[in-house]
């Protein structure tokens, strides 16, 4: 039987009530214990771009929730701190194999995640159950990169960067960073945001569909999507509330402009590469 049907059925006993953390047998275990082999290694992951379209695999999803709702609670010791959770962190003693880099002493990465060869986390940093990180990715001090959000290959997240997770509706798209990207420090990208393949986005952008994008390359305006090949950074617009007696002079909301990338960013990016080599 595949991993997605041992899934599918645990799913559907669990959502029954018939199967709690009481009766959760070690062969249920065993295939949540495999299930999470599977997100470290990349086999699996809670979305996939199919047809030049990003695709939510829910079952993956079920999967990361079975987890916390059939795993009883355990503490786990680090260091001299005592920590009780459902899943212990990620094994990372092959990092070096793959040449991935996690300094000392703060880099947290949860059971259940995948990071890719050649990666590099700065301490500290965060990442969750059914995160993905790709190749050749920087992850910055200070960063959280939430549940099921994908981040592709050779992208920089800046220091203090937040790239948001989405668990639950399961039906609901992750956080998606497309391969090539670079976010400069303090950005946050949330609910479900995509990033297009290489785009450059300055210091301080809040990327969340709530706030639109002016796309002056195809003179649109976006939510909740930031084409490929853009820089873009915030700026901001006259806002309809500024109509109410309380606003003197107006009010302004933040939006996102959205340019074609000059060649003098692209070098800049370049040269920030060869240093992290």
Not at 87 to 96: K, V, Y
Request: net charge negative; charged share 20%.
């Amino acid at each position: 039987m595949s991993l997605k049907n041992n899934i599918s059925i645990l799913w559907d006993g669990h959502t029954s009530g018939e199967l709690t953390s009481e009766s959760c047998t070690e062969e249920n275990i065993a295939s949540l214990d495999e299930f999470l082999d599977s997100l470290e290694s990349g086999s699996i992951k809670a979305a996939e771009k199919k047809s030049e379209e990003w695709v939510v695999n829910s079952w993956v999803k079920h999967g990361i929730l079975l987890n916390f709702s059939l795993r009883k609670k355990h503490p786990f010791v680090y260091g001299d701190v005592v920590y009780n959770d459902v899943l212990p962190l990620a094994d990372t003693s092959d990092f070096s194999q793959r040449g991935t880099r996690n300094t000392p002493a703060a880099t947290v990465i949860r059971r259940g995640a995948h990071i890719g060869s050649n990666a590099i986390l700065m301490s500290p940093c965060f990442v969750n159950i059914g995160a993905s990180i790709g190749d050749g990715t920087l992850v910055d001090s200070n960063d959280v990169v939430g549940s099921c959000a994908q981040v592709g290959a050779n992208v920089k997240l800046g220091a203090n960067t937040v790239v948001g997770g989405v668990l639950e509706p399961v039906e609901n798209t992750p956080v998606i960073i497309e391969d090539n990207v670079s976010l400069g420090a303090g950005c946050r990208v949330t609910s479900g945001f995509i990033v297009g393949e290489g785009s450059v986005i300055a210091e301080n952008t809040l990327l969340t569909p709530r706030i639109p994008v002016y796309d002056l390359v195809l003179e649109e305006i976006i939510y909740g999507y930031l084409p490929p090949n853009r820089r873009a950074f915030t700026r901001f617009v006259h806002s309809d509330i500024g109509d109410h007696p309380l606003f003197k002079g107006g009010a302004l909301k933040p939006a996102v402009v959205a340019l074609d990338i000059e060649d003098s960013t692209r070098i800049t990016i370049e040269k920030e590469d060869l240093l992290r080599k």
